[in-house]
């Protein structure tokens, strides 16, 4: 079955899932009006460019499709309770772009938005700015309970590598992801610096001890 809507580029999704009241499939992601890889690597990062929170419903039933803006907050690399996938959600995190003339776009901070917003209200509900020439990548989402029904699902932790400019270090910063408090819980100086602008991943003990040994 296909749906049509107006064109847009997309790299990545926060989440999906099927509405058990009326069997829409609601998706949301990080949305472009449209998108340009050399606009990365320079200070010509356009509004058009810009990507934020947008939801995306598809009606099997009737074959409709409609599309709405969550946030207007620009970011991308959007995480959720790691146990949620293909649940309802309320709660996204992405890592908040900022462009910065004569630089590179660089991940500036952490945005958390809220996915039930309602239509013509902005879903941005905290932010978090890294300090001054800090800049960061996808921040994991590390739950204070596994299972989600045993607490509420912003509980946790927002765990990103930040390089320090001026320090020519990386350091690990912990946030609390339900208060979005600015101030980090911790900041881990690491023994040399991490590449800076990418994928995170959150991996539990256990999870450590249960992959395979060549």
């Not at 999906?16 to 449209?34: K, L, N, T």
């Not at 309770?81 to 660089?106: D, I």
């Not at 590390?142 to 270090?169: F, S």
Request: charge should be negative; hydrophobic fraction near 35%; aromatic fraction near 12%.
């Amino acid at each position: 079955q296909w749906f049509e809507l107006p064109p847009f580029y997309t790299f990545h999704i926060a989440n999906a899932w099927e509405e058990p009241s009326d069997g829409s499939i609601r998706i949301a992601a990080c949305h472009f009006d449209r998108f340009d890889f050399d606009a990365l690597e320079s200070d010509k990062m356009t509004e058009r460019q810009e990507q934020s929170i947008w939801e995306y419903c598809l009606y099997p039933a009737t074959g409709k499709s409609s599309m709405r803006q969550i946030s207007s907050v620009c970011g991308d690399f959007p995480v959720i309770h790691p146990n949620l996938h293909c649940h309802k959600t309320k709660y996204t995190w992405v890592a908040k772009l900022s462009s910065v003339p004569g630089q590179p776009v660089a991940f500036t901070g952490i945005a958390k938005v809220d996915l039930d917003a309602k239509p013509g209200k902005d879903g941005l509900i905290g932010e978090i700015e890294f300090p001054p020439r800090c800049y960061g990548g996808e921040a994991s989402f590390v739950p204070r309970h596994q299972n989600p029904k045993k607490g509420q699902e912003d509980d946790g932790w927002l765990v990103t590598y930040v390089c320090h400019e001026d320090e020519n270090a990386s350091k690990l910063h912990i946030y609390n992801a339900k208060t979005m408090d600015p101030k980090p819980v911790a900041v881990l100086r690491l023994p040399a610096r991490v590449p800076l602008g990418f994928h995170g991943m959150w991996m539990t003990e256990e999870q450590i001890k249960s992959q395979p040994m060549c």
